[in-house]
């Protein structure tokens, strides 16, 4: 059996790859050349909650990003992709389109999900104000128990749906993806 080893920030930085947004863009793509593409990495899985940090892309005709916007989503914890109604969503890539909360216009839902809906993306900052949509975030944290939470979400709400709102009149993709492979 490998004994673990603690390694320096240095050491970590050659062993994790860091790709600029422009790479990332690329290598995700969008959904049928969609102005948007909002890449979501998940990193933090705790037992009652999902951390991932986000960059949202603009793209103009050429392919060229105009814009960007960067943040945290906090979803629910992450059962391996059962799907399950107040899970996290399996990785993958969706549509985002706009949608209305609790009645109220302006705001996007995660869409194309198979066997679920109204995965919205609203503001919240705990575990207790998801079951199953995306809480965006300006920083993320975690507990000492290992789940985690966001803060000033609704300020990186209003961001992110003014973005959107501004750049994605031509499809809006969520590409959601990993750094650890965690199924």
Known sequence: MKKLEKLTLKEMEKEFVTINELEQAKFFGGIDGSSVVINAIRYG???????S?????AFDSNGN???TVTGYF???????????????IPYGQYSVVP???????????VANVP????IKIHTGNYDDDTTGCF????????????DYFV????????????FLNTNGCDGITLNIGTLVNYE
Do not use: H, M, W
């Open 99 to 109: 949608s209305t909360f609790k009645g109220k216009p302006g705001f996007y839902e």
């Open 65 to 67: 990003i105009t814009n």
């Open 135 to 146: 809480l965006p975030g300006t920083t993320a944290g975690s507990y000492p128990n290992g």
């Open 115 to 118: 066997g679920r809906t109204y």
């Open 151 to 162: 803060n000033s979400s609704d300020d990186k709400r209003i961001e992110l749906t003014n």
């Open 74 to 88: 906090l979803e629910p914890a992450y059962d391996g992709g059962s799907n399950g109604y107040d899970t996290a």
């Open 53 to 57: 940090q986000f960059t949202a892309c």
């Open 45 to 51: 899985f705790g037992q009652n909650t999902t951390v």
